[in-house]
Structures are given as C-alpha cells and as structure tokens.
C-alpha cells in the first residue's frame, strides 16, 4: 500500500466546510486522498514537502500544454515554416 503525506503547502480543499488551508497537510493512501488538515502527524507514508506550492485535488500537470490553448483555434493548420 503506498502512502504519500504532502506537507506543508497552500491546500485548495474544495469543501466549504473545510475552507483553504494556506498552510495543510494530504495524506493520499493508494490514490484515494484520506486526511486533509492544518498539520497531520508523521506516518509511515513518503513525504513531500509542498512549502511554496499549491496543492489541489484532481489538479496533476496541467501546466505543459495549457498555454497552447489560447493559440488552438487560430494556428491550428499553419505548419512551421508559418
């Protein structure tokens, strides 16, 4: 079973109950995020520190490709020489 507990970064929970957590802690067991709170203990899971970062669910490397959709319907068919 892998366990990942990501520390320390600004957590967008998208739950009202919870709110933002400019600074929480995830713990993600085999894929299934388990725990969210301002700090969670140390566990047996693999910890990455998100100081600095976003951390929101569902959101995983978006970041490569999006800027190209601004250009997507207006260069769609030019080749490179264009």
């Known amino acids: ?7 320390g970064g600004h957590v967008l929970t998208m739950d009202p109950a919870l709110g ?17 709170a301002p700090s969670l203990p140390d566990t047996d899971a693999e910890v990455l520190d998100a100081r600095g970062h976003l951390v929101l669910p569902g959101l995983i490397d978006t970041h490569r490709h999006t800027w190209q959709s601004l250009a997507r319907g207006i260069c769609g068919d030019w080749t490179l020489g264009d």
């Open 1 to 7: 079973m892998a366990r990942t507990l990501i520390r």
């Open 20 to 36: 933002d957590l400019p600074t929480g802690d995830v713990l993600v067991d085999d894929g299934v995020i388990t725990a969210v």
